[in-house]
T-cell receptor, first 117, second 115 residues
Framework: AQKVTQAQTEISVVEKEDVTLDCVYE???????LFWYKQPPSGELVFLIRRNSFDEQNEISGRYSWNFQKSTSSFNFTITASQVVDSAVYFCALSEAQTGTASKLTFGTGTRLQVTL | ETGVTQSPTHLIKTRGQQVTLRCSSQSGHNTVSWYQQALGQGPQFIFQ???????GRGNFPPRFSGLQFPNYSSELNVNALELDDSALYLCATQSGQGKNTGELFFGEGSRLTVL
């Protein structure tokens, strides 16, 4: 069975601080996809990144960066120089590639990030 | 803006009643899935529809059912409502139906309260 653990329930930082959101996953599959989604107060989940299990390269997109380490089953997300607009709940999610159910994601419980001035 | 519209945004029902939630899909997105998100939890997969047929289901009882229409819009029906059905129901769409999960486009959800 798949499982995603986000141990940090809530994080508070002051604007311009760097913050890392942790994600640990479990799966028996060798081929899978990992995701991060952002959920602002409005409710819709906003896609941030997808990474497949064969690509362990770290990725940077503006102030966002992701560190995928297969050896520790972790897919951590760092926001550099955080801004108030980054305040949201962030979800890590996992999808097994061979199920044929393309949109079945297993989500973690989320990390609420509060960025204050 | 994801192009996914859900209605109603909020509704209140009583135990035992039935509810229908609706989702209109972005053009070209022929796969629709539904998720239930309880307060303080991550979304949980209910089921997926492709070409008007259910082709994947999570751990939800049969009283949760759905439909997909030729224009790719979708409905989620829940019968015999229970208090634990109170949650945010999210619709998500994506194009294609491969085994590879691409980007899902989520609506803002329908918040259901069961009294």
């Amino acid at each position: 069975a798949q499982k995603v653990t986000q141990a940090q329930t809530e994080i508070s930082v002051v604007e311009k601080e760097d913050v890392t959101l942790d994600c640990v996953y479990e799966t028996r599959d060798t081929t899978y996809y990992l995701f991060w989604y952002k959920q602002p107060p409005s409710g819709e989940l906003v896609f941030l990144i997808r990474r497949n299990s064969f690509d362990e390269q770290n990725e940077i997109s503006g102030r966002y960066s992701w560190n995928f380490q297969k050896s520790t089953s972790s897919f951590n997300f760092t926001i550099t120089a955080s801004q108030v607009v980054d305040s949201a709940v962030y979800f890590c999610a996992l999808s097994e590639a061979q199920t044929g159910t393309a949109s079945k994601l297993t989500f973690g419980t989320g990390t609420r990030l509060q960025v204050t001035l | 803006e994801t192009g996914v519209t859900q209605s109603p945004t909020h509704l209140i029902k009583t135990r035992g009643q039935q509810v229908t939630l609706r989702c209109s899909s972005q053009s070209g997105h022929n796969t629709v899935s539904w998720y239930q998100q309880a307060l303080g939890q991550g979304p949980q997969f209910i089921f997926q529809y492709y070409r008007e047929e259910e082709n994947g289901r999570g751990n939800f009882p049969p009283r949760f059912s759905g439909l997909q229409f030729p224009n790719y819009s979708s409905e989620l029906n829940v019968n015999a409502l229970e208090l634990d059905d109170s949650a945010l129901y999210l619709c998500a769409t994506q194009s294609g139906q491969g085994k590879n999960t691409g980007e899902l486009f989520f609506g803002e959800g329908s918040r259901l309260t069961v009294l």
